[in-house]
C-alpha cells in the first residue's frame, strides 16, 4: 500500500490484466486588484488496475513433507486522489507583504485481493487506506528600510496515515495447521 504518495499502483503493472486511469484538472487566476492575486489548481485522478497470477510449486523432494501447491490470486487495485491548492499574495505597499498557500490531499486507496490454493483454500484480503495531509504557509515581509528587513514564516502540517487491515480466512479445516502456525484468526469478521 502506498504511504500518503500519489498512489501505490505502480508497483505491479506488469501483472496487470487491465489498467483504467481517468484524469480531471483546472487552475485559476485572479487579481481582483493591484494589490491582491489569488491562484489555486485542482487536479483528481482515479485509476483501477486488475491483477492476476497463477503459480504452481512442485517439489521434487517428497522427503520433506511440504505439499506441492497450485495457486490462483485475482487483486484489484483502486486508487482516487485529489489535491486542491489555493494561494494568495496581498502587496498593499512596497514596504509589506503577505503570502498564504495551502495544498490539500486525500486519496482512497483499496486493495482487495483473492487466492485461491490447493493447500490453505480460499483467503480474501482487503486492505484500505484513506491518507491526507493538509499544508499551509503564511509568510509576511516587512522592509523597514534599506538594511532592515524583518521576515515571518509559519509552516502547518496536518497528516493522517493510517491503513487498516483485514484478512477473512475461509474453511480453516483444509489447513489448520498452516493457519495456526501462522497466527492467523480464522474468526475474523470485518464490518464497515
Known amino acids: 500500500m502506498g504511504n ?49 497470477q497463477k503459480s504452481s510449486v512442485k517439489y521434487t523432494n517428497p522427503n520433506l513433507g511440504i505439499p506441492d501447491e ?43 485481493r483473492s487466492l485461491l490454493s490447493s493447500v490453505l483454500g480460499a483467503t480474501n484480503q482487503l486492505e484500505e487506506n484513506t491518507p491526507y495531509s493538509i499544508n499551509q504557509n503564511l509568510n509576511y ?17 496536518l497528516q493522517d496515515e493510517d491503513p487498516i487491515y483485514n484478512a477473512i480466512l475461509e474453511d480453516k479445516a483444509s489447513y489448520e495447521n498452516v493457519a495456526d502456525n501462522l497466527g492467523l484468526d480464522p474468526d475474523q469478521i470485518v464490518q464497515h
Not at 505491479?12 to 487566476?29: P, T, V
Not at 514596504?95 to 486525500?106: A, H, T
Not at 528587513?149 to 509559519?154: P, T, Y
Request: without cysteine; hydrophobic residues 35%; proline residues 2%.
Open 4 to 52: 500518503n504518495n500519489l498512489g501505490f499502483l505502480a508497483t505491479q503493472n506488469d501483472r496487470a490484466q487491465d489498467i483504467e486511469n481517468k484524469l480531471a484538472a483546472s487552475n485559476f487566476s485572479y487579481s481582483p486588484n493591484k494589490a491582491l492575486d489569488i491562484s489555486g489548481f485542482g487536479i483528481f485522478n482515479s485509476s483501477r488496475v486488475d491483477l492476476r
Open 70 to 112: 497450485d495457486t490462483d490470486q485475482m487483486t484489484t487495485q483502486r486508487s482516487d486522489i485529489g489535491l486542491l491548492k489555493l494561494s494568495a499574495r496581498y502587496k498593499p505597499n512596497i514596504n509589506n507583504q503577505m503570502d498564504y498557500d495551502v495544498l490539500g490531499r486525500i486519496t482512497k486507496e483499496s486493495q482487495d
Open 141 to 157: 515581509y516587512y522592509t523597514l528600510n534599506e538594511t532592515n528587513i524583518f521576515a515571518l514564516e509559519v509552516q502547518h502540517l
